[in-house]
C-alpha cells in the first residue's frame, strides 16, 4: 500500500482545501445570482458531489483527459493538437496532430496494431462475417468463429469450457449476479474495479472487503463473517464469493494468488478471478497469474477476463466447469440480451492467441512474452532508481508514479505531450482523492529506444514538477549495492 510522504500529503490537502473552498465560495454566488442550471421547479439532474467536483476541479485540467487520437494505439500515436478559449473548460480540435511515444494503452503484447498476422484474417473476417451479428448470442449471433474462440480460450487459461462476452465491463457486472443474490456474500478486494462494483449491487449480496492484497485480513473477514452468519438472522450464507484480480490496474501490483487460494479453500469460498490486465501479460507462455504464481487453474472457480489489453480486441471472457459455463449462457444478461461479439473482434482474439500458442509457424509469441517482462524490469528499475515513487512488483507491465498533488496531474501531463510522450493521468474518482497518478502501461511493441526516449522525458519532467520523492534513498541503495559487489 501507499505511503504518502509527510509533506506531500500536507500540500495535497491544503490544495485541495483551497480548490474547495474557492470552489464553494463561487458556487455560493453563482446560486445567488442564477441558481441551478435545472429547469424551474425541477430538482438538479446531476448529483451533488460530481456536479461541484467535475466543475470546480476537473474542468480546470479537462485538456490531459479525453484526447482525441487518430491512429492506431501502437507504441507511437497520433494525437490530436486542441485549443480553447475559455481557460479550458471548452476544447476544439485543431487539424494538427501530434506524434507521441505511447505509455498509455493497455498493448501489452502489441497486438493493438497492424499484425502480419491477425490484420489479414480480421479483414478477411469482416468481409465474411460483417461487422456485426446485428443479433445476441442465444438468438441468430453465434457465429463459428465465437464457438471457436470458446474452445480456445478455454484451453489456453486450462479450464474445462469459456463462453465470450461483447465487453469486459458487462462480463463482470452480469456474471456476478447471475451467480449470488440475497442471502450471499462477497468478499471483494478494497480496490475493486468499479465493474465489480456495479455487479455486486445489482446482486443484492452483502458485502465485505478485505485490506487490499492481505490473504491474512482475508482469513479474518471469512473466520468472522462465517461465525457471525447473515445480519440479524445470524443463519449461515448461502455461499461466499471472494473477488480478487490478478493485476490491480492502478496499482500495477499482482495478486497473491497462491496465499488467498489456500485462505479460500480452507473455509471453502468460491473464488472469483479477474485476469482482465493479467492474461496474455504475464507468465512464461502468457497464461497470467496462475502460470507466474503457480496455481493450478483447477482451483479457481470461476476465472474472468478480457480481450481489450493483450488481445487488441474488445469484449471478455468467464472461464469454468461445464456446468457453470452451461448455467451462465442460461440465465446471464449480458449473454442473452447484449450483442454479440463482433466477428471481426473475434477473430483478432483467435489469431492473436494462435501467435501466444505459436500456432502461426513462427516463435513472434515467445519473443513477445519475453519482450514485455524484459521491457517491464528494465522500465521499473529505471524509475525507481530516479528517485520517482512507483507503484507494483516486478514482471507487472503497469507502473503508476505517484504525483499527488492535484497540481502535478496536468503539470506532468502537459509537460510530458510538450516533448511527444503520450502518458496516462488518473484522479478521483477512478483513485483516492490524495492519491493521483500516473498510469505508466509498458507494451512489447516498445523498443529500447523508445524507453530510454521516454526515461529521459520522465527525467526532465519529474526533475521539473518535484516527483522525485526519494532521491537521497535511491542512491544510498546503489551505493549498498556497489559496496557488497
Ligand atoms: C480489472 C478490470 N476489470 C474489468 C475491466 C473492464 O474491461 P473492458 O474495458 O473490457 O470493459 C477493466 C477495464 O479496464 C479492468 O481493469
Ligand atoms: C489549458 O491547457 C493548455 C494546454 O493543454 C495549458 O497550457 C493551459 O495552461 C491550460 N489553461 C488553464 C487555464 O489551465
Ligand atoms: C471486472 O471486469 C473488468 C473488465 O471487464 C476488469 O477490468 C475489472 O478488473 C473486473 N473487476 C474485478 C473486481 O474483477
Ligand atoms: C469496494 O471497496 C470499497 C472500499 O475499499 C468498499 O467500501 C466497497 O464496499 C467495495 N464494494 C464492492 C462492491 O466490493
Known amino acids: 500500500m501507499v505511503t504518502i510522504p509527510y509533506f506531500a500529503a500536507l500540500t495535497t490537502y491544503f490544495s485541495y482545501g483551497l480548490l474547495f473552498v474557492f470552489g ?36 480546470r485540467i479537462q485538456d490531459c483527459f479525453n484526447r482525441p487520437i487518430a491512429s492506431a494505439p501502437d507504441a507511437w500515436i497520433d494525437v490530436v ?44 473476417s469482416l468481409q465474411k462475417f460483417a461487422q456485426s451479428t446485428c443479433s445476441s448470442r442465444v438468438d441468430g449471433g453465434t457465429t463459428v468463429l465465437h464457438e471457436e474462440l470458446e474452445n480456445l480460450i478455454a484451453k ?36 475493486n474495479h468499479s465493474s465489480i462494483v456495479a455487479g455486486v449491487r445489482a446482486s443484492g449480496a452483502k458485502v465485505a472487503v478485505f485490506r487490499h492484497n492481505t490473504p491474512e485480513h482475508l482469513e479474518e473477514v471469512l473466520r468472522e463473517a462465517i461465525a457471525e452468519g447473515q445480519p440479524r438472522t445470524h ?34 469460498a468460491y473464488i472469483y478471478l479477474d485476469e482482465a490486465h493479467s492474461i496474455g501479460a504475464i507468465g512464461k507462455t502468457g497464461r497470467g497469474i496462475c502460470e507466474l504464481s503457480g496455481v493450478d487453474p ?12 493483450s488481445f487488441g480486441s474488445c469484449g471478455g471472457y468467464i472461464a469454468g466447469s461445464k456446468e457453470l459455463i452451461k448455467y451462465l449462457k442460461f440465465v446471464s444478461p449480458g449473454h442473452l440480451y447484449a450483442i454479440a461479439m463482433s ?16 500456432e502461426d509457424g513462427s516463435s513472434r509469441g515467445a519473443q513477445k512474452l519475453a519482450q514485455i517482462r524484459e521491457n517491464s524490469n528494465f522500465f521499473r528499475e529505471k524509475l525507481r532508481k530516479m528517485g520517482c515513487e512507483v507503484l507494483g512488483d516486478t514482471d507487472s507491465p503497469v507502473m503508476p508514479i ?9 503539470a506532468f501531463s502537459r509537460e510530458c505531450f510538450k516533448r511527444n510522450l503520450a502518458v496516462v493521468t488518473v484522479a478521483f ?9 500516473a498510469r505508466i502501461c509498458i507494451s512489447a511493441a516498445h523498443t529500447k529506444e523508445d524507453l530510454e526516449r521516454a526515461l529521459e522525458v520522465i527525467d526532465e519532467v519529474s526533475d521539473m514538477v518535484h516527483l522525485k520523492y526519494f532521491p537521497q534513498e535511491r542512491e544510498e541503495e546503489e551505493t549498498v549495492k556497489r559496496k557488497q559487489q
Open 402 to 410: 505517484m504525483l499527488y498533488n492535484p497540481a502535478k496531474i496536468p
Open 81 to 124: 493538437e486542441r485549443y480553447s478559449v475559455d481557460n479550458n473548460k471548452t476544447l476544439y480540435r485543431t487539424e494538427k496532430t501530434r506524434t507521441c511515444l505511447n505509455l498509455g494503452s493497455y498493448n501489452y503484447l502489441g497486438f493493438a496494431a497492424s499484425d502480419e498476422y491477425c490484420t489479414p484474417r480480421v479483414i478477411q
Open 298 to 309: 483447477a482451483d479457481i472457480d470461476i476465472m474472468m477476463g478480457t480481450f481489450t489489453k
Open 24 to 59: 464553494h465560495v463561487r458556487d455560493f454566488f453563482r446560486r445567488l445570482l442564477r441558481t441551478s442550471d435545472a429547469p424551474k421547479g425541477y430538482a438538479p439532474l446531476c448529483r451533488d458531489f460530481e456536479d461541484f467536483y467535475t466543475r470546480r476541479l476537473y474542468h
Open 156 to 191: 489456453f487459461v486450462g479450464k474445462p469450457a469459456a463462453m465470450v462476452y461483447g465487453m469486459g465491463f458487462a462480463t463482470n457486472s452480469t456474471t456476478l449476479p447471475s451467480l449470488i443474490g440475497k442471502g450471499g456474500l462477497i468478499i471483494s478486494d478494497a480496490l
Open 343 to 358: 466477428p471481426p473482434a473475434v477473430q483478432q482474439v483467435i489469431s492473436a492467441l494462435k501467435v501466444i500458442l505459436g
Open 429 to 437: 474518482p477512478a483513485t483516492p482523492l490524495l492519491l493521483s497518478r
Open 235 to 268: 443463519r449461515p450464507w448461502k455461499k461466499i464469493i471472494v473477488v480478487v484480480e490478478g493485476i490491480y490496474s492502478m496499482e500495477g501490483e499482482l495478486c497473491r494468488l497462491r496465499e488467498i487460494v489456500a485462505v479460500t479453500k480452507k473455509y471453502k
